[in-house]
């Protein structure tokens, strides 16, 4: 049963468990990290909120076709996985594969605690060396207003490409295409 719900959340970004609340998918965006000289690469987390769920007819769609039976089936099996899960997680603490750790706070409501995939495809750019840490850019420690600093960064040397004056043979390549389109011309009428 976990499998297709975990197949429903990576499509549909949202799945809702009655009793214990929503997961969705967060997308965070790239960001600049100043003080470690770092670019962190966007990604996708799954957070939860602890909240009524309402019942999706498109999920219970979903669960039916999955399960291969009718949807009230499908729906009632999905209410006793989601309070099993409640339970489990009530009492000791139930481990989600791929999401993170559900578990009782000290409030007792329900707590999730997000598991940290290691972002392996993209990973943190270190630009210590880096022209643009160089150029001064944006003055961050300014008070007041974000001024941007129009300074020219420093740049290696830059390599000029001269074309050497070889003569050019394309006309070559012209009369070794023409007498091939000749040729096939010649095979394709005798």
């Known amino acids: 049963m976990y499998g297709i719900l975990y197949k429903y959340l ?3 970004n949202k799945i809702g468990f009655p009793g214990i609340g929503s997961f969705f998918i967060e997308a965070v965006p790239a960001k600049m990290d100043i003080v470690t000289s770092t670019l962190v690469a966007p990604g996708n987390f ?3 909120k602890a909240d009524e ?3 999706d007819n498109r999920f219970y769609e979903y669960l039916s076709k999955e399960m291969r039976t009718s949807e009230i089936e499908a729906a009632t099996q999905f209410t006793r996985f989601s309070h099993e899960l409640k339970d489990y997680a009530m009492n000791d603490g139930v481990v989600l594969p791929g999401l993170g750790t559900l578990k009782k706070s000290y409030e007792g409501s329900l707590s999730f605690y997000a ?3 290691a972002n392996t495809l993209l990973p943190e750019i270190k630009i210590n060396n880096s022209v643009a840490v160089n150029a001064n850019l944006i003055d961050v420690y300014d008070s ?3 001024k941007i600093i129009t300074q020219e960064g420093i740049a290696p040397l830059e390599e000029k490409i001269v074309k050497e004056d ?7 390549w012209a ?3 023409a007498l091939c389109g000749l ?3 010649l095979y394709y009428y005798i």
């Open 53 to 55: 769920v309402i019942s």
């Open 10 to 12: 990576i499509l549909n």
């Open 175 to 177: 009369i070794i295409l």
């Open 166 to 172: 070889n003569e050019d043979y394309w006309w070559v």
């Open 115 to 117: 598991e940290t995939p």
């Open 46 to 48: 799954v957070n939860f």
């Open 183 to 185: 040729g096939a011309l």
């Open 144 to 146: 007041g207003e974000t």
